[in-house]
């Protein structure tokens, strides 16, 4: 069993920085590959970024390459993301979620999931 708790979210300007932090509670984290999942109001979720279990790998959403930046730390059982330029279009609540299954890159959904963490960018 896999838990997931996301940290880091708050208010921010468009164009200011936040980084999100998802810490696991596992026993071997780099079984898994992560991800990044985000559900803005009234609309579906939606995948963001995802980082393969060794961290060689990266996969990003077109609406986020170049300004968001997936990591981990499988030394601290934790994965990041690291989000630059926001705008008020990114505002939503934000899902890490883990994955046990091969590397795909682009992710529909996961095996596990946090409750997420709400990301509000005023304009």
């Known amino acids: 069993q896999v838990q997931l708790v996301e940290s880091g979210g708050g208010l921010v300007q468009a164009g200011g920085s936040l980084r999100l932090s998802c810490a696991a509670s596992?026993?071997?984290?780099?079984?898994?590959?992560m991800g990044w999942f985000r559900q803005a109001p009234g609309k579906e979720r939606e995948f963001v970024a995802a980082?393969?279990?060794?961290?060689?790998?990266?996969y990003y959403a077109d609406s986020v390459k170049g300004r968001f930046t997936i990591s981990r730390d499988n030394a601290q059982n934790t994965a990041y993301l690291w989000m630059n330029s926001l705008k008020p279009e990114d505002t939503a609540v934000y899902y890490c979620?883990?994955?046990?299954?091969?590397?795909?890159?682009?992710?529909?959904?996961?095996?596990?999931w946090g409750k997420g963490t709400l990301v509000t960018v005023s304009s």
């Open positions: 980082i393969s279990w060794s961290g060689g790998s990266t």
């Open positions: 979620a883990a994955d046990s299954g091969v590397w795909l890159g682009r992710y529909y959904g996961m095996d596990y």
């Open positions: 596992v026993r071997t984290f780099s079984n898994y590959n």
